[in-house]
Structure formats: structure tokens, C-alpha cells
């Protein structure tokens, strides 16, 4: 049982470059998160997935997509990197319910040159 | 709207004295309240939540919180720190929209435990 895993682990970019960050999750959860972390500020969520084939908003979506592939996957793409874009980020994912705490992902750390 | 507060960038405390790290809240409702740890270069774990019933939670590690609603507080507390509690602690609240469940949190902005043997 791996939990949730996130590759890849590093990435540098160029400004305007494209990628996907990609999450999976083998606890048979029904909603997974994007988050991004950057220092002082906390966790932002960047998008959610409440069920298999919803996407949502969170607080900082843009320059964002996601995708939910199945019920454990859920991929988060850069079109065009910038750098305001350099950040750590983070998949979560959780059980159906308002109660169910959330299990992370080791990360990302993406850095935009 | 929903929002968490840690009012405290770092906290230091010497092994084997008490530590409590703090947390408030704002919220419409029933506020449902959770604490994470993240060691350095790893994602977060949960420690304890607190959703209806006994004030007092406990939680891993021997990590505890006492929910305190005329306060609007949920600190996070240990009898004993050790050298290895040494982690970035997030408070986080249930978002709410009126009464739908989005099922999303709000972190706060974290707080560093320094334990010093």
C-alpha cells in the first residue's frame, strides 16, 4: 500500500514550458487535491476532484489543469510555466465525507528559471 | 468565510518540557478542525481532528488538542516535546459554502517547533 505518490519529485524549467505533475492513489479515495506551498503562506489549493469525473476550482487555479484520469489519478498541468509558478507541490487525496482527514504525497519541487 | 490563524512563525521549547502550539479559528457552523505535521522534505500527516463530542483529542506522537469554542481555539499540545517533534505544524478547518460540504481545507500558515535538547 504505497498510499499517495507524486512524480516526478524535482523538475526545473524554462519560463513557457509545459508539464504535468502526476498523482496516484491506491486507498480507493473518492476525492483528491492539488496544493502548492510556498514559504509563509501555508497550503493553497490549487484544484480538487470531489468525486471521479468532477474537477473544481480552489483558491489559485490560474495557469492550471487538471485531469482526472480514473478514480486514481489525478494530473495537474503547467501550459506555460512561469515563474511565479516555483513551488512545492502537493496531491492529497481523502475518503467520501466531510469528517475524513486528508493523506499527502511526498511532493514536487518545481522551480521555473 | 472560513480562516485559521497561527499566530506564531516558531516555537521553541527545551525536550522533555510541554509545548503547545496555537490556533484560532473562524467559521460558520460546526467548525470540524484538524492538525498535520510535515517533517522537512516530506508531505504532511495527519495528527488529529476534532469533529463533535470530548474537548480534548488526542491524537499520533502523543499529540493532543483541546478544542475551546468560546475561545474559537484548537491548540495543539504534548506533556513532553522530544528533539524529534521538531516539524512545521499546520492547523486546517473544514470549508464550508452555507451548508455544503466542499469537502476542501483551510491551512494556516504553519508553525515551526524548534525542540533544543
Known amino acids: 500500500n504505497a498510499g499517495v505518490t507524486q512524480t516526478p519529485k524535482f523538475q526545473v524549467l524554462k519560463t513557457g514550458q509545459s508539464m504535468t505533475l502526476q498523482c496516484a492513489q491506491d486507498?480507493?479515495?473518492?476525492?483528491m487535491y492539488w496544493y502548492r506551498q510556498d514559504p509563509g503562506m501555508g497550503l493553497r489549493l490549487i484544484y480538487y476532484?470531489?468525486?471521479?469525473?468532477?474537477?473544481d476550482k480552489g483558491e489559485v487555479p490560474n495557469g492550471y489543469n487538471v485531469s482526472r484520469l480514473n478514480k486514481r489519478e489525478f494530473s495537474l498541468r503547467l501550459e506555460s510555466a512561469a515563474p511565479s509558478q516555483t513551488s512545492v507541490y502537493f496531491c492529497?487525496?481523502?475518503?467520501?465525507?466531510?469528517?475524513?482527514?486528508?493523506?499527502f504525497g511526498p511532493g514536487t519541487r518545481l522551480t521555473v528559471t | 468565510a472560513q480562516s485559521v490563524a497561527q499566530p506564531e512563525d516558531q516555537v521553541n521549547v527545551a525536550e522533555g518540557n510541554p509545548l503547545t502550539v496555537k490556533c484560532t479559528y473562524s467559521?460558520?457552523?460546526?467548525?470540524?478542525l484538524f492538525w498535520y505535521v510535515q517533517y522537512p522534505n516530506r508531505g504532511l500527516q495527519f495528527l488529529l481532528k476534532?469533529?463533535?463530542?470530548?474537548?480534548l483529542v488526542k491524537g499520533s506522537y502523543g499529540f493532543e488538542a483541546e478544542f475551546n469554542k468560546s475561545q474559537t481555539s484548537f491548540h495543539l499540545k504534548k506533556p513532553s516535546a522530544l528533539v524529534s517533534d521538531s516539524a512545521l505544524y499546520f492547523c486546517?478547518?473544514?470549508?464550508?459554502?452555507?451548508?455544503?460540504?466542499?469537502?476542501?481545507?483551510?491551512f494556516g500558515q504553519g508553525t515551526t517547533l524548534q525542540v533544543k535538547p
Open positions: 492529497a487525496s481523502k475518503l467520501a465525507g466531510e469528517v475524513a482527514e486528508q493523506y
Open positions: 486507498m480507493n479515495h473518492n476525492s
Open positions: 476532484s470531489a468525486s471521479e469525473g468532477t474537477t
Open positions: 467559521v460558520s457552523g460546526n467548525p470540524y
Open positions: 476534532y469533529i463533535t463530542g470530548d474537548n
Open positions: 486546517a478547518v473544514r470549508d464550508r459554502i452555507g451548508s455544503s460540504n466542499t469537502g476542501k481545507l483551510i
